[in-house]
């Protein structure tokens, strides 16, 4: 009898923004900026020259990458004041928290040199990601299919370099930091999963941990790179999500689930972090699940 092989639940949001491959003339520069984001660079020509705020200035060449934590104030110019550089770079952000930890604790704000596997795992990514990209054949879902799989290509060869790669550079938090901002986050994804969310603060979270507020807010944003509440809300989101996409609850229902106070602050809540209210939200879900049969109706579940 063959073994019976579970296949796991998969719940991942990838968002990829604000990427291009563009050559700049010698001399070129741009100005300080800071993203929400984690930002990643490939140099496919020449030598660039980038700031990073409080940690150093890095020149680097073809085949070298960086990847700029979010919220890093830095600064991107060509080394040559004669010569040209090409570049490809795009923004992302992913909801795995530990992935998050890895990235800022072991190879963010660096240059990772073109000979290791992560860069050349970057640079393959961000070339393939380009060439979907301009690749007028493809449909708008096929080109975004084939961009979302070279980029998680690039974070699987990531997760798997990962350890030989810090073992080089050391990490940038203690175990017993990454230890009290795994507990924080499990509490906090512990009380947001329960069916009815409960009344709860940041400051509750700490007190169980038995940590001040402060030092749990400085942990955590060290360690994963985003503030407690942000984790709080992104993790409220997702629920509201997933709840929104069920066809057995209502938006009122969905807002005493969620914990707010009534259906319009649940509303104005939603609307903030998605752009757009519950009900649409919900009628656009509803728009997914169906599907054509042979008489034009009927839904797929």
Sequence with gaps: MKPFVPIPVVDSSLYLFG?????????WQFF?????????????DGRQTTEIKGVGTYDYGAGDAMIISPGTLHTNKNSSDEETMTYICFHFNIESL???????????NAV?????????????????IVACSADNELTKEQASLKIQRAFLDF?????????????QKGTKYSESEAKTSRLIATLIKKNIDQKEIPLFSFEDICQKVGISSGYGHRTFKKVYGVTPLHYIESQKYNK???????PEYSIEDISYLMGASSTSNFTKQFKKWAGITPSRYQRQMKQKRRVRTLKESGYFE
């Design 155 to 167: 974070l699987l060869a990531l997760t798997e370099n990962l350890s030989s790669y810090a073992q």
């Design 19 to 27: 990427g291009h491959r563009r050559t700049v003339p010698g001399g």
């Design 240 to 246: 509201a999500k997933r709840l929104l996409g069920s």
């Design 112 to 128: 990772i040199p073109a000979e290791e596997p992560i860069a050349q795992a970057a640079v393959k990514a961000a070339e393939e």
């Design 32 to 44: 300080e900026q800071k993203h929400q984001a984690f930002e990643l660079m490939c140099l496919v």
């Design 98 to 108: 530990e992935l998050k930890s890895e990235l800022l604790g072991n190879v963010v």
